[in-house]
T-cell receptor, first 118, second 113 residues
Framework: EAEVAQSPRYKITEKSQAVAFWCDPISGHATLYWYRQILGQGPELLVQFQDESVVDDSQLPKDRFSAERLKGVDSTLKIQPAELGDSAMYLC????????????????FGEGSRLTVL | KQEVTQIPAALSVPEGENLVLNCSFTDSAIYNLQWFRQDPGKGLTSLLLIQSSQREQTSGRLNASLDKSSGRSTLYIAASQPGDSATYLCAVRRETSYDKVIFGPGTSLSVIP
């Protein structure tokens, strides 16, 4: 069964260090999302891609976070430098686009990357 | 701006009980609403998706309803089991040219054997 792949599953780093997360969406899914989820809260959208283009990064802290999806397939989310408040689960999701189509727009998630900043 | 809320925040029930989880959203211009389950430390698993033109969807012991005009959805779980213990989240997809999805904070469910 097709699934969204994420790595690493767990990452422990010290503050001020750089960290990177990778996501490979379901094949054919043009829309890719990075969410951050703090314990006890719902996921918050950080950045959304349509193919290789960013369509929403309004909640991405651009002074330290960056995201890319160079060939419109897999994606990398980077944090540099990491801060204590960045400790969270980073979730990647993908979907078929729905605008102008009959697609349902169902969202599929990976297992997430748990970041702990010490 | 779309806001999504879920009530209650936490729920504890004895095994076998039927229960209802609630999701409310402020902007009725949605494309669909999706219910997810999340186990501790894991990603989100899709349970049910309701298109804006639909009233309800069913899967096994789960039934989700949607009232777009009032901005509400409910997830009904029949004959609850300890294995149903998890956090349940609802998410609404906006009806725009690109597909922003907004999540509620979730309801933490505990089913006691």
């Amino acid at each position: 069964e097709a699934e969204v792949a994420q790595s690493p599953r767990y990452k422990i780093t010290e503050k001020s260090q750089a960290v990177a997360f990778w996501c490979d969406p379901i094949s054919g899914h043009a829309t890719l999302y990075w969410y951050r989820q703090i314990l006890g809260q719902g996921p918050e959208l950080l950045v959304q891609f349509q193919d290789e283009s960013v369509v929403d990064d309004s909640q991405l802290p651009k002074d330290r976070f960056s995201a890319e999806r160079l060939k419109g397939v897999d994606s990398t989310l980077k944090i540099q430098p990491a801060e204590l408040g960045d400790s969270a689960m980073y979730l990647c999701a993908s979907s078929l686009p729905h605008a102008g189509t009959t697609n349902t727009g169902e969202l599929f998630f990976g297992e997430g990357s748990r970041l702990t900043v010490l | 701006k779309q806001e999504v809320t879920q009530i209650p925040a936490a729920l504890s029930v004895p095994e076998g009980e039927n229960l209802v989880l609630n999701c409310s959203f402020t902007d009725s211009a949605i494309y669909n609403l999706q219910w997810f389950r999340q186990d501790p430390g894991k990603g989100l698993t899709s349970l049910l998706l309701i298109q804006s033109s639909q009233r309800e969807q069913t899967s096994g012991r789960l039934n989700a309803s949607l009232d777009k005009s009032s901005g509400r959805s409910t997830l009904y779980i029949a004959a609850s089991q300890p294995g149903d213990s998890a956090t349940y989240l609802c998410a609404v997809r906006r009806e725009t040219s690109y597909d922003k999805v907004i999540f509620g904070p979730g309801t933490s469910l505990s089913v006691i054997p």
